[in-house]
């Protein structure tokens, strides 16, 4: 049971909050402590302070409103500093991390009394390499005594200049501590092509050995970390570490309490992290022309040793890939029919998805073949790397100097993350499935390579349940998964499913402080026009829509497909279409940002959005009165992943409609609802334009798992 010493140290903290702020205590909140503190408090552990027996796992679904991270954090902050391991609350997006570590944490230890350290920890991609700004700067310059000398001669040539000035203005902010090397904390948006130039990764970066190691914003982000108590990352991050068995980045998940706001976004985030793809001839192309450079770098440079006897067997071992490679580009070619300029009318890329994840055994064979050869190109690499490590040392002489040894590992390391993904693609591709799990999913898409066109070879796991059991739940000292929306059509099957929670998690759903009834409408209007003949649906569309939020200042209009959403608009009254911003036109802020100002203007705004608009835009007030949703929102049938797991599901006597589709959809719903009401004083109404949410029996079960709207059916 939890001790009376923590319960009081939560139960102090939560009344000294709710005073300095002027509040009343919420019922939802005050549940989702309690359940979170049993859970995260009562944990029984071994000699060696680590949790003894089951997995200490709790799922809390607690609507709009609810204050979800005051809640949990006033009960998981004292419950790790009692145990004395560290907090790591996890995000699925970027906004909200922001917001937890620069509103919600400081305002917590300013007014809960609790005294605690935090810290944001983001991936090294997101840093600036001070060493590779170094490289550009002086290339630049290089550049353009060059330019200066040839115009002399009445020659002109062309001088990236507006690179060259943003480069000069990040050492000038830097030396000036004007910026921390943050890419989010830069003033203005940074394309990604410039950032790609700036930034390092693991395989690249040479640590202690660069000349701006003890300047290095990463490692100086990273060092704060390691003595706060609470640390806000995102998912990927965990999963990175998780995948590199824990402790590598984070704390050690045994020494972790983990909380994963946002919660029902981790499956589909852990599916992503351990999917595999590679293109067949960009790869053929890259493996041809690191023969090439590594046999012109042993002409320059007769290297001695075993330096020199590893770089030697690069070009012979990478064409001979290269050969297989083409062979499996003609075997993919026939099998999936893809012939250049099919991907026209900007539809989806062709595929070609393999049943079963069965792979014709010819493809399977060439495919063991490149997964033997990929083996053995990055056990040259690492050992490559490794050699170049010791020689950046200059403990062990390797027949370079130091700072050659220096210069060549970022390199060599980049060749090694590209062998191994190319290792753990064919690994995965050929891989037997067991019986008794899912099979892996996969599938051939094509791609463009510039003028030609490529094969991408994809495999993906359909499920991360058993990933995330065996490395998360199992493993973590204790974890709470939390969200507006993490049931499906009322119950936690679809989470658990996809999720592989243990079987004896807690789970919860704490009630929202809104009174929906009161709040807000929810109608289902009769268009005479079924949605699954997308004609006579947009064409009634169109014609009830201006009359249907004529009395809303602000209006969210939700498309399941941007073909609708175009045909609408492009169809309604021209005058109208000057109210409505359609989604994608500009960035989705500015589009936000826009349409508040024409509100706040005094001005009838109508935003057109797809599936990111249903989901974290936050709109009060007068900003969205009333939100359309053209369609019950199911999937896009033709996603691999998805495909496959309804493939699988059949294939055990289930029927995926019901147990993959309708709950899928159900939540996505909710979602898209969820946009009504942002405040206790919100007030709206919500619009449902497909009648089998009342005429199918899936339908009004979907309808029944919605908040529960004053319903105006007709």
């Given amino acids: 049971m939890i001790s009376n010493e923590l319960k009081a140290t939560i139960q102090g903290a939560y009344t000294r909050f709710l005073e300095a702020k002027g509040l009343k205590p919420r019922y939802g909140q005050r549940l989702m402590i309690a359940e979170v503190a049993k859970v995260l408090g009562d944990i029984a552990v071994d000699d060696e302070g680590r949790r003894a027996g089951d997995p200490a796992v709790v799922a809390v679904e607690a609507g709009t409103g609810t204050g979800k991270t005051v809640a949990y954090s006033l009960a998981a902050i004292p419950a790790a500093k009692a145990a004395g391991k560290r907090l790591v609350i996890a995000t699925a997006t970027v906004a909200l991390q922001e917001q937890i570590v620069f509103k919600d944490l400081p305002d917590l230890m300013r007014n809960s009394g609790l005294n605690f350290s935090f810290a944001l920890a983001k991936g090294r991609g997101r840093y600036l390499c001070l060493s590779k700004l170094d490289v550009l700067l002086q290339e630049g310059q290089a550049q353009s005594a060059t330019a200066q000398l040839f115009e002399e001669e009445g020659f002109h040539l062309d001088v990236d200049e507006r690179s060259q000035k943003l480069f000069n203005s990040m050492i000038e902010k830097l030396a000036g501590n004007r910026w921390d090397g943050d890419r989010d904390s830069w003033p203005e948006a940074l394309e990604d092509q410039d950032w790609m130039r700036l930034t390092t990764d693991h395989s690249q970066c040479t640590g202690r050995h660069c000349p701006n190691f003890q300047q290095c914003v990463f490692y100086k982000a990273r060092e704060g970390m390691g003595k706060v108590d609470v640390i806000v990352t995102n998912h990927d991050m965990v999963l990175a570490d998780l995948a590199l068995g824990g402790g590598a980045v984070l704390p050690d998940p045994r020494d972790t309490l983990y909380v994963f706001d946002e919660g029902h976004h981790l499956p589909d985030k852990a599916i992503g992290h351990f999917a595999h793809f590679s293109r067949l001839r960009s790869t053929a192309d890259w493996l041809e022309q690191t023969a090439r450079n590594l046999t012109k770098l042993l002409a320059q440079h007769p290297l001695p040793g075993d330096l020199g006897k590893l770089i030697e067997q690069v070009p012979e071992l990478a064409r001979e890939i ?107 591709f050929t891989a037997e499935d067991p019986e008794d799990s899912p099979p892996m999913a996969r599938w051939l898409s094509l791609a463009e390579n510039g003028a030609l066109f490529d094969i991408e070879v994809n495999a993906s796991p359909i499920l991360a349940a058993e990933m995330l059991r065996r490395s998360l739940w199992n493993v973590a000292y204790g974890a709470l998964v939390t969200s507006a929306t993490l049931t499906a059509l009322g119950k936690f099957d679809r989470l658990r499913m996809r999720s592989g929670l243990p079987r004896d998690a807690v789970t919860c759903v704490v009630p929202s402080p809104f009174v929906h009834g009161d709040a807000g409408v929810l109608r289902v209007p009769d268009l005479r026009a079924d949605p699954r003949d997308a004609v006579a649906h947009t064409a009634a569309i169109i014609r009830e829509l201006p009359a249907m939020v004529e009395d809303a200042r602000g209006a969210l209009v939700l498309f399941s497909s941007r073909k609708q959403m175009q045909d609408v608009f492009d169809g309604l009254d021209r005058d109208w279409r000057k109210l409505v911003l359609i989604q994608g036109n500009l960035s989705k802020q500015e589009t936000l940002n826009k349409h508040k100002a024409r509100v706040d203007d005094g001005q009838h705004s109508v935003l057109f959005g797809l599936a990111s608009f249903a989901e974290g835009v936050d709109l009060p007030g007068a900003y969205c009165e009333h939100v359309v949703i053209a369609k019950i929102p199911f999937a896009v049938p033709d996603d691999p992943v998805e495909a496959a797991l309804a493939e699988w599901i059949e294939a055990r006597g289930g029927n995926p409609f019901m147990e993959i589709a309708v709950p899928d959809a159900s939540l996505r719903l909710i979602q898209a609802c969820g946009r009504l009401l942002r405040t206790e004083q919100d007030r709206g109404i919500i619009s449902l334009l497909d009648r089998r949410l009342v005429t199918q029996r899936y339908g009004k079960a979907i309808l029944n798992a919605l908040p529960p709207f004053r319903r105006e059916i007709a």
């Fill in 322 to 428: 290269r050969t297989q490679q083409q062979f499996m580009f003609t075997l993919c070619e026939q099998v999936a029919d893809f012939r250049p300029g099919e991907d026209n009318e900007g539809r989806d890329r062709p595929r070609y998805r393999f049943e079963g994840g069965v792979i014709p055994e010819q493809i399977r064979e060439i495919g063991i073949e490149l997964k033997k050869g990929f083996s053995r190109l990055n056990d040259l690499f690492t050992r490559l790397a490794d050699l170049l490590k010791e020689g950046m040392d200059g403990e062990v002489n390797i027949g370079i100097a130091s700072h050659q040894a220096e210069e060549w590992y970022p390199l060599f390391g980049s060749l090694v993350t590209r062998a191994q993904g190319n290792w753990e693609l064919w690994t995965a």
